[in-house]
């Protein structure tokens, strides 16, 4: 986990997948919680 704290690419890295994966997340569960859509 040290080596993780002392590469500022790694972290970077890191920082950009774990929001990648939080923001993923976060729209999937919103398309999945809307109501269908209804057509005229």
Do not use: K, N, Y
């Not at 704290?5 to 972290?11: G, T």
């Not at 939080?22 to 729209?27: N, R, Y």
């Amino acid at each position: 986990m040290q080596q993780l704290f002392d590469s500022p690419f790694l972290l970077l890295i890191a920082g950009l997948v774990v929001m990648f994966i939080f923001f993923t997340g976060w729209g999937l569960v919103e398309i999945f919680s809307l109501p269908p859509a209804t057509l005229p």
